[in-house]
Each structure stands twice: as structure tokens, then as C-alpha cells.
């Protein structure tokens, strides 16, 4: 088991080269079965993906196998060599895609809303953030005001708080939630960004006679 590129880098330089056993067996000590040995089962490979991975990761950690395969045993047979299996959850794939398409209608900020020990959820916020200011947070309850935003920044081990978080101009905020974040806890986030800017909510802001209400 790799837990990221990294990790997946040292299997394919030791596919490549090999190198000292017992190293690559104490490096991967609690990642492995009892009777793995490098010299003989990095041979032929099969991948899957934890179901809640950052999908990119994952197609570059296929390409990186397949590749040192190919250098060490040459390009012909490597399908008896190599397989990789799409195990990423169909709902984690979703989202990622349309984090995807949101950034690309250039928000100023996006806030990614669920469980800090959520797989899926970390990873929107890793993949958004490379794009954009991103804020994870749990709940409603974190964003403190215009001025302050208690949140999880990706790759840290705690919590912090950012002060003007919010432009004080006319903004666009992206916003995306993990697979299993309630759409209570959605809701109740869009409420809070939209009465720190004085936006009525649509129940309010339409009258009871105004007809039939906007698709939301």
C-alpha cells in the first residue's frame, strides 16, 4: 500500500533498479502482507484506488507504475504485466469534476464544507486549492464573520483562522461539500455567507404572490 506519489516513487524506483530489500521492507513495514517480497512480486502488478482518492493522484500514480514497468521489462507483454482497476466512488468522482468546472468560472474563493477526517472532503479542498483561495470548514458555525473564518487549510493537522477572508468588494464564492455532508449543514452555510452580505434568502425575498419561485 502507497499512501501518495511519493511513497509510490520509491516502489517505482526499486521496480526499476531494485535495491536494498530489507530497506523497501522496513520502509513499508506497516503497508504491507507478511510474506510480500519486492524482488519477485513487483513484477506484475495490479492498482486500486482508495474510493474517496483525488482521482488525479491517482491516474498519475498509474502512469508512473506502467512506465517503470515498461523500462524494466520493455513496453511488449506489459498488459500481462500491469492492470489498474477504477475504484473511485461514482459521487467523489462527481464532485471532483465539478469542483473542477466551477474553478474554471474563475471564482474569487471557494469554502469546501464537511468533516475534517473526511477523505472525499480533504481532497476537494486539496484539488481547489491549487486554484484559488479555499477554505475547508466543518459548519456554519466556523465562519466567524466577514473579518475571521475558522478553517482546516489543507495539509495542516489543525484548525486556524484567516482575517478577511471575504473580499470586501462584489465576490464570487464557489462552494462544494463532501459526499456524505448533510444539505442542512450546506444550506445553513450559503445562509450565513449570503446574510454577511445582506442577501435576503429566496423564501424570504420573493413575496407570497410574486407566483411561481426561480428554480433554485
Known amino acids: 500500500m502507497v499512501r501518495d506519489r511519493i511513497e509510490a516513487q520509491v516502489v517505482c524506483d526499486y521496480i526499476r533498479s531494485g535495491g536494498d530489500r530489507e530497506a523497501f521492507l522496513r520502509r513499508f513495514a506497516a503497508a504491507r502482507s507478511g510474506d510480500f517480497d519486492p524482488d519477485s512480486h513487483l513484477g506484475r502488478i495490479g492498482l486500486a484506488n482508495q474510493t474517496t482518492m483525488l482521482s488525479s493522484e491517482s491516474l498519475e500514480i498509474q502512469d508512473m507504475i506502467r512506465s517503470a514497468l515498461a523500462g524494466r521489462y520493455g513496453a511488449t507483454g506489459l498488459h500481462d504485466r500491469f492492470r489498474a482497476f477504477d475504484t473511485i466512488c461514482s459521487a467523489t468522482q462527481d464532485r471532483q469534476d465539478s ?48 473579518d475571521a473564518i475558522r478553517h482546516k487549510p489543507f495539509g495542516s493537522p489543525a484548525e486556524s483562522i484567516t482575517r478577511d477572508w471575504l473580499p470586501d ?42 407566483g411561481p419561485r426561480p428554480r433554485q
Do not use: W
Open 99 to 146: 469542483v473542477l468546472e466551477l474553478i474554471e468560472k474563475k471564482p474569487d474563493l471557494m469554502v469546501v464544507i464537511g468533516g475534517y477526517n473526511s477523505s472525499n472532503t480533504s481532497h476537494l479542498a486539496a484539488l481547489a486549492s491549487r486554484h484559488v483561495p479555499t477554505f475547508h470548514i466543518e459548519e456554519a458555525a466556523c465562519i466567524q464573520g466577514e
Open 169 to 210: 468588494h462584489p465576490a464570487i464564492v464557489g462552494l462544494t461539500a463532501g459526499a456524505s455532508t448533510p444539505n442542512n449543514k450546506i444550506g445553513e452555510v450559503v445562509a450565513r455567507i449570503a446574510d454577511l452580505r445582506g442577501v435576503l434568502p429566496l423564501r424570504e425575498a420573493v413575496p407570497t404572490d410574486a
